[in-house]
């Protein structure tokens, strides 16, 4: 265990130094930028590693993983983002732990999650994910929604009983205008930002850049970054 702590700390602080010089590139405050380490695909036992490092931000994507490796947490001080496409028959399990849910991209999802928090006497914080690839269908290849759809969105999550506007996300696209250009597609989230916070003045957080861009997003103007590989190493393949 040790030698694995002493792994997390050594990548981390790579991370932190990365982070530290974007911002400074920028004329950015360090501060300015939250990390959210991404544990997908790893153990409960790297999460307290992680906890215990002084990270208090965590992310997950699939809630069959995600659920239990929160309860086997609970005793840490740590918030949970849910990252990944949200089907509504998990949504009850997902707002069990999920401090954050990033990946908020239709209207049926909105009232799912406000039942649901309202059962479980929480609030939960809600992102739009916006979809800069999204073609004629409205949404992208790994979910989001067309920019044209993010105020829709943003109005039904203000509105709806226990939920909380908190901004945008995005993932830079694999297709489309934006692909390979990932600061083009984060300076293009910022513009919506701007343009949503005009009715939403205190959704003020923008979610994008992961271990390959980070860099990009933060010079376009990122309150986070949601960071995996770089800190917990190359996922094993799955199946």
Known sequence: ???RKDELAGN??????RIAAACAAAGRRREEVTLIVVTKTYPASDVRILADLGVRQVAENRDQEAAPKAAECADLPLAWHFVGQLQTNKVRSVV???DVVQSVDRPRL???LSREAVRAGREVGCLVQVALDAGASGRGERGGVAPG????????????EGLRFGGLMTVAPLTGEYAGRQQAAFERLM?????????HPTA???????????EQAVAAGATHVRVGTSVLG????LG
């Not at 759809?149 to 709806?160: H, K, N, Q, R, V």
């Not at 513009?191 to 009715?199: E, G, Y």
């Not at 190359?234 to 393949?237: E, I, K, N, S, T």
């Open 110 to 112: 909105v009232t799912a």
């Open 1 to 3: 265990m040790t030698e």
């Open 234 to 237: 190359v996922r094993p393949r």
């Open 204 to 214: 003020t957080m923008v979610s994008a850049g992961m271990s390959g861009d980070l």
């Open 96 to 98: 069990g732990y999920a």
């Open 191 to 199: 513009d919506l930002s701007t343009r949503v916070r005009a009715n």
């Open 149 to 160: 759809g993010i105020e829709e969105l943003a109005d039904a999550i203000a509105g709806a």
């Open 12 to 17: 981390l602080a790579k991370v932190e130094e």
